[in-house]
């Protein structure tokens, strides 16, 4: 249906940025939503943020005014800007869609991209 690939990932010390960025390709007209989770050790996986395609966003209380998330339906990508940091943001991010096709809903995700925030 749709396959996901994250970029963006790596270090940083609290109070810095990172951006996240994941390309969708496939059956694209298919996507309703796209968003972000994370899932740190043991943790369950949460949603972080979400778009859809007319740009409506929802955060995560944990995460707003800090982050923000982005979507370009033209290329099919999106992307999270993640400022100020903190440790507690350390986990895997993966990217996710919801999609329909043939009135059949489905998800797909991403192979996730680490994001590591030190002290």
């Known amino acids: 249906q749709v396959q996901l690939v994250e970029s963006g990932g790596g270090l940083v010390q609290a109070g810095g940025s990172l951006r996240l960025s994941c390309a969708a390709s496939?059956?694209?007209?298919?996507?309703?939503?796209m968003g972000w989770y994370r899932q740190a050790p043991g943790k369950q996986r949460e949603m972080v943020a979400s778009?859809?395609?007319?740009?409506?966003?929802t955060y995560a209380d944990s995460v707003k005014g800090r982050f923000t998330i982005s979507r370009d339906n033209a290329k099919s990508t999106i992307s999270l800007q993640m400022n100020s940091l903190k440790p507690e943001d350390t986990a895997l991010y993966y990217c996710?869609?919801?999609?329909?096709?043939?009135?059949?809903?489905?998800?797909?995700w991403g192979q996730g991209t680490q994001v590591t925030v030190s002290v």
């Open positions: 496939g059956i694209i007209f298919s996507i309703n939503v």
């Open positions: 778009i859809t395609t007319s740009g409506r966003t």
């Open positions: 996710a869609v919801n999609g329909t096709v043939s009135a059949t809903p489905y998800r797909s």
